[in-house]
């Protein structure tokens, strides 16, 4: 009997010290993703590493928040590295509890613990709340810090814009993409595409911009473009606007015109050219500028409105234009002045002043009346041919 209760008393000594000893590994053992395999068991038990089929992953932070559940077809995982493998891979990415990312990729790496995800190969992103698809060959997911990185081939699709571009990066809590490399954004309506080698998009409020010289494309018709180029620029998605700054020039196929300036904004839905700054307007065929201190080109109408400190000139025949206000219709290749008019030509050599003008600066054909006082009157300077005006 005594035999048997001493047995009986090394038999519980012993459970109770296997009892404590995996109560003190359970406490004490590193952090790691939970896993279910495919017969239902929790691997996670299993030490120093494990290799298993068609199972499920599950990331959770301090706090006890999920960061991440995989699935995937095969895994491989090191618990003394803290590092492992996955194959075929789909699931989703949390914050705050939610699903904020649907992914999907042909294999991954989970790295430090799970604080790292690195996706590898044929990679999907879909953030689930603005409806944006991401493409890549590889990408990181680091929670903490709220960046989805993908890098080689970038691609982004949204129903306002498709991207591409080498590398990208989207923060999901700011609603912000950053894109870095040979970048192409495709805008859909209005059809047009603007490219450049660094680029922030905000899709709140609807915003695409870029510190780096930008050119954007417009296809009006099949093999008609009009071209925009610039130091730096941004494009607002909801209003259809173009603000393009530094050496900015936008080149218009049809008429033939050309705009420059250090500041304009372009309007692609409604076709208009606004100059807050100095600006000039250039027919190409017909060989005429017209600048001034701010404009407004309207490219449907074919027509530009300047003001203040408007000065024109034909390249054709060296005639000249100054005045406080003048409209010039492309088409016609006519114009309309108001206040302070001074024209001049060279042959036959001729100096007018009055108060409003109309005519064609390449044809030499220009009405000028005075104003409606007594003493506001066509002044006319007829120069022989053997002086020069100064």
Not at 125 to 135: H, M, P, S
Not at 170 to 190: M, T
Not at 258 to 263: D, M, P, S
Request: net charge positive; no cysteine; proline share 3%.
């Amino acid at each position: 009997m005594k035999s048997l209760k001493r047995s009986g008393k090394i038999i519980a000594v012993i459970a109770l010290v296997s009892a404590l000893s995996g109560l003190i590994y359970w406490i004490f053992q590193p952090k790691m993703s939970k896993v279910k395999s495919g017969s239902g068991g929790d691997a996670s038990l299993l030490d120093p590493s494990l290799k298993l089929d068609d199972l499920v992953l599950e990331q959770a932070d301090d706090q006890g928040n999920l960061l991440w559940k995989l699935k995937a077809k095969k895994a491989t995982y090191n618990r003394d590295k803290k590092e492992g493998e996955i194959l075929e891979v789909n699931g989703e990415l949390y914050q705050e509890g939610k699903p904020v990312y649907k992914i999907s990729a042909k294999k991954g790496e989970i790295v430090g613990d799970g604080k790292v995800l690195l996706l590898k190969e044929n990679i999907v992103a879909l953030a689930i709340k603005d409806g944006v698809e991401f493409k890549g060959n590889e990408m990181e997911w680091k929670p903490k810090d709220d960046v989805l990185t993908i890098r080689n081939k970038f691609t982004a699709t949204h129903k306002q814009v498709k991207m591409a571009a080498k590398d990208g990066q989207y923060f999901n809590r700011k609603r912000q993409a950053n894109l870095s490399g040979a970048i192409v954004a495709e805008v859909k309506d209005p059809k047009l595409k603007l490219q450049t080698e660094s680029l922030t998009w905000l899709l709140e409020p609807q915003t695409i911009s870029s510190n780096a010289p930008v050119k954007i494309e417009r296809t009006v018709e099949k093999g008609v473009i009009d071209r925009a180029t610039a130091g730096k620029g941004s494009y607002d998605l909801k209003a259809n606007l173009a603000k393009l700054e530094t050496n900015v020039q936008i080149a218009v196929a049809k008429p033939d015109v050309k705009i420059t300036g250090e500041e304009l904004t372009w309007d692609t839905k409604k076709d208009l050219v606004k100059a807050p700054k100095p600006m000039k307007a250039f027919s190409g065929t017909e060989q005429v500028t017209i600048g001034s201190d701010r404009g407004e080109v309207k490219l449907k109408e074919k027509v530009a409105y300047l003001t203040q400190n408007v000065k024109g000139s034909s390249q054709k025949n060296q005639s000249t234009i100054a005045t406080d206000k003048l409209t010039w219709f492309f088409e016609s290749q006519t114009f309309e002045a108001e206040g302070n008019i001074v024209y001049r030509q060279a042959s036959p050599a001729s100096n007018l002043v009055g108060k409003s003008a109309k005519g064609n600066l390449n044809t030499q054909e220009v009405t000028i009346s005075g104003g409606n006082e007594a003493d506001d009157r066509v002044i006319i300077d007829i120069v022989p041919n053997n002086i020069n005006l100064p």
